[in-house]
């Protein structure tokens, strides 16, 4: 039996963090997990003094409102390559 790709968005109904799987990178097992706190996207190619003014798309967590919770992206992470995939919100 395959892995499922995790790059492939899973069926409906199917939770993406359930369960382990192998890192499509380098084959290992991955741990089940969640990043909390800011997550930005920067284009590839962007120079160090524009990632310092602008750092990007917020993905997760980018507000500045105060509030009580902190922002959690489910996800996989492999401890052998670093590989992490994340379930963010939209």
Not at 22 to 35: D, F, Q, R
Not at 66 to 77: E, Q, S, Y
């Amino acid at each position: 039996m395959t892995e499922p790709d995790p790059y492939r968005p899973p069926a409906s109904g199917v939770d993406p963090t359930a369960g382990s799987r192998s890192c499509p990178e380098c084959g290992h097992g991955m741990e089940v997990g969640e990043a909390t706190g800011r997550i930005y996207w920067t284009p590839e190619g962007t120079s160090a003094l524009r990632r310092f003014i602008a750092p990007g798309r917020a993905l997760m967590g980018g507000s500045f409102r105060i509030t009580m919770t902190t922002p959690r992206a489910p996800g996989h992470h492999c401890r052998n390559c670093g590989l992490t995939i994340l379930k963010m919100a939209l």
